[in-house]
């Protein structure tokens, strides 16, 4: 893929109106017919208004650059049409140049937003694209509820707060299988996660379980494979559920997930702790490597660069069986595909996927479900 998507012509229909209505009916029809504009396998980024310079900005290490939008003569359109890959899922903002400032917003005219902890931005798709059917809330799903819970930890020395979901129907005779979630909030606010499990419950891709949805006080630390995080987990958080939350004791019923660091979390408690999980679901981790790539190997990482060569010279057999998954557009794509054959080489059947996206918590959303219904049997 080269640096720069080629510019493609200008839509005549969308040339057209820009040159026939006034800017403001112009910006009522973009934001009708929907912004990025299709036609013939093609995008059109637009914006209306007066300004400098307009261009993309996207959050991908490994995706081209889209190029600066131009100013259609005669009119307040400003338009780049490009060709956006098949199946690409791009979240991108609009930096604006004035002859004030300079800032960066999200699209006015894409009603298609995606938020993460540091604030909204839009979202582009590819030709095929789709977001997959257990993302959107379904009219028939049942919801189950999520309740915060106040344990106290050893392994932390004090109280930890965490929230566990509990299916609809909870509870039941049979005990539930356990899924641990790293990032438990941000799940829930960014990447749909009652919305997610609920569809699946719901229709029966998956039997009913119960989350155990954890947050860190300090991710930087207990997510960098810190010891005592791994005794929180098993230790401290699962013994209680059982007692508590009628779920299964079996390690062979139990599945801990995370993305990013929380990718990085998973592994290390699993690891450490070889006989508690059947499974692991790991969502663009930070496995470091010795390869290099675009991603920050800043010295606030050495934990994770030690914990990743540590665990590569003695892999040991974590879990049974590993769903990975990394954007192909991530600065740590390479790391992924390296650590991959590390994951197999430690005994464990390893599924890993690239989906065109990056690190958002949109794609996490998208993989999660896809990992819950290849890992998790389906109700009777």
Same mark, same amino acid.
């Given at each position: 893929m080269s640096d720069r998507l080629?510019?493609?012509?200008?839509?005549?229909? @969308?040339?057209?109106?820009?040159?026939?209505? %006034?800017? %403001?009916?112009?910006?009522?029809?973009?934001?009708?017919?929907?912004?990025?504009?299709?036609?013939?396998? =093609?995008? =059109?980024?637009?914006?209306?208004?007066? %300004?400098?310079?307009?261009?993309?900005v996207h959050f991908m290490a490994r995706f081209p650059e889209i190029p600066p939008l131009e100013r259609l003569e005669g =009119?307040? @359109?400003?338009?780049?049409?490009?060709e956006l890959p098949a199946g690409s899922r791009i979240e991108y903002q609009l930096e604006i140049e004035t002859d004030q400032r300079t800032m960066r917003i999200v699209d006015p005219l894409n009603r298609r937003t995606a938020s993460d902890p540091f604030g909204a931005n839009s979202v582009a798709r590819g030709p095929g694209y789709a977001d997959p059917p257990w993302t959107s809330p379904a009219v028939d799903a049942s919801p189950g509820t999520v309740e915060a819970l106040e344990i106290?930890?050893?392994?932390?020395?004090?109280?930890?707060?965490?929230?566990?979901y509990l299916p609809n129907g909870f509870p039941a005779e049979k005990p539930y299988p356990t899924v641990v979630f790293h990032d438990g909030s941000d799940l829930l606010e960014y990447a749909a996660l009652t919305t997610v499990l609920d569809n699946l419950?719901?229709?029966g891709a998956v039997e009913p379980l119960v989350g155990l949805l954890l947050d860190p006080v300090d991710r930087n630390r207990e997510y960098m494979a810190l010891p005592a995080h791994g005794?929180?987990?098993?230790?401290?958080?699962l013994p209680h559920a059982v007692a508590e939350f009628n779920v299964s004791a079996h390690p062979s019923e139990r599945i801990i997930a995370g993305s990013s660091l929380g990718a990085v979390a998973s592994l290390a408690t699993a690891w450490r702790y070889p006989d508690a999980f059947r499974s692991l679901v790991l969502l663009s981790g930070t496995?470091? =490597?010795a390869v290099g790539g675009p991603f920050d190997r800043s010295p606030e990482l050495q934990?994770?660069?030690d914990f990743v060569a540590e665990f590569a010279a003695a892999p040991g057999p974590p879990a049974n069986e590993a769903w990975v998954a990394c954007g192909a557009y991530e600065g740590l794509r390479d790391d992924n595909r390296v650590f991959v054959p590390? @994951?197999?080489?430690?005994?464990?059947d390893v599924h890993y996927e690239e989906p065109n996206d990056g690190h958002h918590w949109q794609s996490w959303r998208n993989n999660l479900g896809d990992a819950l219904r290849a890992l998790l049997p389906p109700s009777d």
């Amino acid at each position: 893929m080269s640096d720069r998507l080629p510019l493609r012509p200008l839509p005549d229909p @969308l040339a057209i109106a820009a040159r026939s209505m %006034a800017p %403001a009916y112009l910006r009522r029809r973009l934001t009708r017919v929907g912004v990025p504009f299709s036609a013939d396998g =093609t995008s =059109t980024f637009t914006y209306v208004g007066d %300004a400098r310079s307009v261009r993309v900005v996207h959050f991908m290490a490994r995706f081209p650059e889209i190029p600066p939008l131009e100013r259609l003569e005669g =009119t307040d @359109l400003w338009y780049v049409t490009v060709e956006l890959p098949a199946g690409s899922r791009i979240e991108y903002q609009l930096e604006i140049e004035t002859d004030q400032r300079t800032m960066r917003i999200v699209d006015p005219l894409n009603r298609r937003t995606a938020s993460d902890p540091f604030g909204a931005n839009s979202v582009a798709r590819g030709p095929g694209y789709a977001d997959p059917p257990w993302t959107s809330p379904a009219v028939d799903a049942s919801p189950g509820t999520v309740e915060a819970l106040e344990i106290e930890s050893p392994a932390f020395a004090g109280p930890r707060t965490l929230s566990v979901y509990l299916p609809n129907g909870f509870p039941a005779e049979k005990p539930y299988p356990t899924v641990v979630f790293h990032d438990g909030s941000d799940l829930l606010e960014y990447a749909a996660l009652t919305t997610v499990l609920d569809n699946l419950i719901g229709a029966g891709a998956v039997e009913p379980l119960v989350g155990l949805l954890l947050d860190p006080v300090d991710r930087n630390r207990e997510y960098m494979a810190l010891p005592a995080h791994g005794a929180f987990v098993v230790e401290d958080v699962l013994p209680h559920a059982v007692a508590e939350f009628n779920v299964s004791a079996h390690p062979s019923e139990r599945i801990i997930a995370g993305s990013s660091l929380g990718a990085v979390a998973s592994l290390a408690t699993a690891w450490r702790y070889p006989d508690a999980f059947r499974s692991l679901v790991l969502l663009s981790g930070t496995f470091i =490597t010795a390869v290099g790539g675009p991603f920050d190997r800043s010295p606030e990482l050495q934990p994770v660069i030690d914990f990743v060569a540590e665990f590569a010279a003695a892999p040991g057999p974590p879990a049974n069986e590993a769903w990975v998954a990394c954007g192909a557009y991530e600065g740590l794509r390479d790391d992924n595909r390296v650590f991959v054959p590390v @994951l197999r080489d430690a005994g464990m059947d390893v599924h890993y996927e690239e989906p065109n996206d990056g690190h958002h918590w949109q794609s996490w959303r998208n993989n999660l479900g896809d990992a819950l219904r290849a890992l998790l049997p389906p109700s009777d």
